[in-house]
């Protein structure tokens, strides 16, 4: 596989004008969230009183990249649907744009995405594939995605630099009680990108990277994490553009707790702001 490559994106990323009339945004909102012990598919769990999916369109609209946003929601779903038709019509009725349409995912994000592609309006040149469960990303974030690939990267991804010390390990044998694994060597952190999302393509070589993907056994496909991985089986340069904190994704309690936490402290220093210009 081809590695993930730097580049040193401010210089176009404030000059490019995002590609709107050329991009798509896919949400991938099919998961379970079983880890989060509501009981309800991911998307649908509450953040501050608003589904986790609320928050992801609400970033990408201000983001201001797409022309068509594609929401991949669970079979038989009906409460994100609606959530998605009713951002819609809101849409229709303020500026007209972009166009939300709603496909059922499947059980891997493969197949949701998959779903997505099958729905792209014609004339699609890039996608921007990202996961409703990290609903606290920046506007700024897709716009650098976006940015890159009008400047001609087929493939890009956010991402931010690994602080923890990695190691990787081995199972020990079975006749060894002092513990479960080994430690086999540590990576130089310096090189290490912790992978967000949305992840930006060229929309005909996403399309190549999953038919190519479909007919891989299943060991291989499930070992795939995210759609780059796809692009550079296809021998693509993925590059890498500045992520940020506030992209973590959410999967426990714990994560769930954090969101509220910096949703709570976002609004209430809009409203200290607003009464400031007030007075």
Known sequence: MTPAADVAPPEYAERAEPAKPAVAVVIVAAGAGTRLGHGIPKALVPLAGEPLLGHALRGVLASDVARQIIVAVPQGDIALSGLCRAVGENLKASRGEPAITVVHGGAARADSVRAALAALLPGTERVLVHDAARPLTPSAVFRRVA??????????????????????VAKTTDDDARAGEVVTGTLAREALRAVQTPQGFDAEALRRA????????????????????LVESLGLPVYVVPGDPRSFKITTPLDLQLAETLVRDERENTQAARQEEIR
């Open 210 to 229: 999953h038919e190519l993907a479909d007919g891989w056994p299943s060991e291989r496909a499930e070992a795939v994490t995210d759609d780059a991985m």
């Open 147 to 168: 940015a890159a690939l009008a400047a001609g990267a087929a493939a890009v991804i956010p991402a931010v630099p690994v602080v923890d010390t990695i190691k990787s």
